[in-house]
């Protein structure tokens, strides 16, 4: 039971779930909406009053069911308050008294009976039907899509309340729906008040239209722009919409539409030539028979399929990756053996900075293509993508149409960027949208909602970029063919600037060759000082700045002065960072782990300490759920087998912290580095300081492979670590490390915990090798 202020109405009920305004100038109406605004929750219950004449309603006066409603918004005149209800749940009556000038009710929730079958599910569609038809028959309820509406409530009660508040009711009608005692009940009442309003509807539509036959004001107005039209020719003027219509017509015979687009652009145009130019629908119509003029429904490029000069174009844009080439230049061939296969649809993956984008830009190049790009990172209204209905002011065609329209060909190259950043909320899903726009099976008819004919998109070759694939759905993920780009060794940033960076800069900033020279030294000085990252964005940036300090000293008329590793610091301030080196040495409870992340690898060092005072085990560090579980998991090994390990059985509690702690971390490779951390800790002896390990545990010990191994290698090279533990079924992951990496650096392959722990702390060896 709940008491509450009533505030009484004198027509037709607030229903629950919808939001309504109100007006009270009653002063009991007014005192029990102050009441409800100066409580917590500012409910108030709404009865509706049998007759609407009564001032001062008492208990009899009211019916037995209401709405528990929330005052949502308040304003105040001299006699009136102007109120926004948002209705909560129904209510049943059970006693009414008066309190200080106004009427608070002792009331029940009054919950409806849901009843679920067939029968349910038939009523529901049939009001859904009925609805949309109604909709149509009137101008009602025309800021709504009701098909769409009734998918995103999914409630069956919910719907109907919100038709039943749409349709107007009066109060008796009203009342009994309100009062139904199931959903189905409250169906059938509402389907018979939609069968009388439709009728009502499609009776006075039917006179109506009578009425316009005989006025004929339309026709009226045809015959009189007739008149004018003969007119103007015998003085020999032009209609300026006519001639416009006449050139449109001329431009529509001349361009190559398909049989079915023709049909319906001829339909609107002879719809435009009836619209005043004054009219605001007389240029949503001509901007539509504009796009529909624009798009290459018929005219395509002939791909230059020579692999040779593919394969050319490829190595002149890009450093190494010859896998990546490798794998384009595979599907460039299917397309030359068989010009009927569909086009691929590639994904590239990696840190930001490698190449994915000029990548696209190659491939367009080598194919005659041409090259349309627009990211969709962020974006959360499917329209953008599908495009939005005609029926909306300032409506306009999707992203993909218009990149169609740019291209002037039905065959570019589309670039899709950040495919992994898309959103979702109630406006759409616009990753759902991709799934009919890449796949093949479906796109040889796509519908975008502003041009709503079929365009065949089939032809387009569609390529996608990502950083990373946790976030992109399963089912679109399956429809891409993935190519993964890890990031850059030193090494090889030096050879990507010395051949591309350097003089793209210089060009940039026009300067001569002369005035503008880097040595090797300190191209790598500015990547080990200045950057930080798996790609080369960061290092064309500060290869930029560069080049414009030596523009602005050369415009100033000042000698530049050498560009050295010495004089850096004066050129761009202070290193940003310096050279990683690994910890020279390393306590008891401190292990040197490697992680994957979005901009390339890293060096974690994982510290554990002992906490005599309390048990259990303590994570710090924003460490997300696979890693806790990896604590876990390492923690009750190393106890579990304390005796083979020499570590005894520990009672304390574990602290285990992983720096930084304010960057979040998740992950499976950081199993056995934790492992290690707490072996020495348990033990006493220091892991090495000169090895890194990763990998992911099981509880029976065992090591198995991880991902990211490269960027990790890597990672490690930069810290000065010159040996690596890595699981046993890594060892191919190797190959596709850079020669120089793998020359100078000792790998141990762990198939067991306990071969992990031998390698790491030397003290242990010989125990565990025994165990």
């Not at 929330?70 to 109120?83: C, F, G, K, L």
């Not at 090494?491 to 960076?501: D, F, W």
């Not at 285990?656 to 998740?666: M, R």
């Not at 190959?735 to 120089?740: I, Q």
């Amino acid at each position: 039971m709940e008491n509450l202020p009533v505030f009484p109405l004198r027509q037709t009920p607030l229903f629950p779930f919808v939001l309504a305004p109100f007006s009270a100038g009653r002063p009991a109406s007014v005192k029990a909406l102050e009441v409800a605004l100066a409580s917590k929750e500012k409910s108030i219950a709404v009865f509706v009053q049998r007759n609407a004449k009564t001032q001062e309603p008492k208990g009899d006066d009211l019916f037995e069911y209401g709405t528990r409603a929330t005052v949502r918004q308040m304003a105040r005149s001299e006699d009136t308050i102007e109120v926004v209800l948002q209705g909560i749940e129904r209510i049943r009556l059970v006693d009414v008294e008066e309190d200080q000038g106004f009427l608070k009710a002792r009331t029940e929730p009054a919950p409806i009976a849901i009843e679920q079958g067939t029968e349910a599910d038939a009523l529901q569609r049939e009001l859904v039907s009925l609805a949309a038809r109604f909709q149509s028959a009137t101008q009602m309820m025309q800021e709504y899509d009701i098909r769409q509406l009734a998918d995103q409530i999914g409630e069956p009660m919910h719907l109907v309340y919100l038709l039943a508040s749409l349709l107007e009711l009066d109060k008796a009608k009203a009342q009994r729906l309100l009062s139904a005692a199931s959903n189905m009940e409250a169906m059938r009442l509402l389907l018979g008040y939609l069968r009388h309003e439709l009728q009502v509807a499609e009776l006075r539509q039917e006179i109506a239209g009578q009425a316009a036959t005989e006025v004929g004001r339309e026709q009226r107005e045809y015959m009189l722009r007739q008149q004018l039209r003969a007119i103007q020719e015998e003085l020999g003027e032009t209609d300026p919409q006519a001639a416009e219509a006449q050139q449109l017509r001329r431009q529509f015979e001349e361009a190559e539409l398909p049989a079915q687009v023709r049909k319906e652009a001829e339909r609107d145009l002879a719809r435009l030539e009836r619209i005043p130019p004054s009219s605001p629908e007389y240029q949503v119509a001509r901007s539509y028979l504009e796009l529909i003029l624009d798009l290459p429904w018929q005219k395509t490029t002939e791909d230059m399929l020579d692999l040779g000069r593919a394969r050319q174009i490829l190595d002149e844009d890009h450093y190494d990756l010859e896998d990546i080439k490798e794998r384009i230049l595979e599907h460039l061939a299917v397309l030359k053996l068989n010009p009927a296969a569909q086009a691929p649809i590639l994904c590239f993956v990696g840190p930001p900075g490698v190449g994915k984008t000029s990548l696209g830009q190659s491939i367009a190049r080598a194919l005659g293509r041409q090259f349309e790009r627009f990211s969709i990172g962020g974006l959360h209204d499917e329209a953008e993508l599908r495009g939005h209905r005609r029926t909306y002011i300032g409506a306009m065609p999707g992203r993909i149409m218009q990149a169609i329209r740019r291209a002037g060909v039905n065959n570019p190259l589309l670039m899709l960027d950040e495919v992994d950043k898309v959103g979702r909320d109630f406006r759409g899903d616009p990753a759902s949208a991709l799934l009919e726009i890449l796949d093949p099976a479906q796109n040889f008819e796509f519908r975008d909602n502003y041009l709503d004919l079929p365009f065949d998109l089939s032809k387009v070759f569609f390529i996608t970029t990502a950083n990373t694939l946790d976030t992109i759905p399963g089912p679109l993920l399956d429809r891409m063919e993935l190519i993964r780009l890890s990031g850059y060794s030193d090494q090889e940033k030096l050879e990507i600037a010395r051949r591309y960076l350097v003089e793209r800069m210089r060009r940039q900033a026009g300067l001569t060759e002369d005035q503008f020279r880097l040595s090797d030294e300190t191209i790598a000085a500015l990547i080990n000082r200045y950057t930080r990252e798996a790609g080369v964005r960061n290092l064309t940036r500060v290869l930029g700045r560069v080049a414009r300090k030596v523009a602005l000293h050369i415009a100033e008329g000042k000698e530049p002065g050498a560009i050295d590793p010495d004089t850096l610091t004066d050129w761009l301030g202070p290193p940003r960072f310096f050279i990683e080196q690994a910890r020279q040495q390393l306590p008891a409870g401190v292990a040197t782990g490697l992680a994957w992340t979005e901009s390339g690898g890293d060096v974690l060092y994982i510290e554990a300490i002992q906490l005599p005072e309390s048990e259990g085990l303590t994570l710090t560090g924003q460490l997300g759920g696979v890693m806790q579980e990896s604590a876990r998991a390492a923690r009750n090994y190393i106890i579990s087998h304390g005796e083979d390990f020499g570590v005894g059985t520990p009672k304390a509690g574990v602290h285990i912290h992983v720096p930084a702690g304010a960057i979040p971390k998740d992950g499976p490779s950081a199993g056995v580095t934790m492992a290690a951390a707490l072996a020495s800790l348990y033990s006493g002896y220091a892991t090495r300081n000169d090895t890194a390990m990763t990998g992911e545990i099981t509880l029976t010990g065992l090591v198995l492979p991880v991902g990211g191994v490269k960027e990790k290698m890597l990672a490690a090279r930069r810290a000065g670590l010159k040996r690596v533990i890595l699981p046993a079924k890594n060892e191919d992951d190797l190959a596709k490390l850079p020669d120089s990496v793998r020359n100078e650096m000792e790998f141990v392959f762990a198939e067991r915990i306990e071969d992990v722990l031998a390698a790491a702390i030397p003290e242990l060896s010989e125990r565990l090798r025994a165990a």
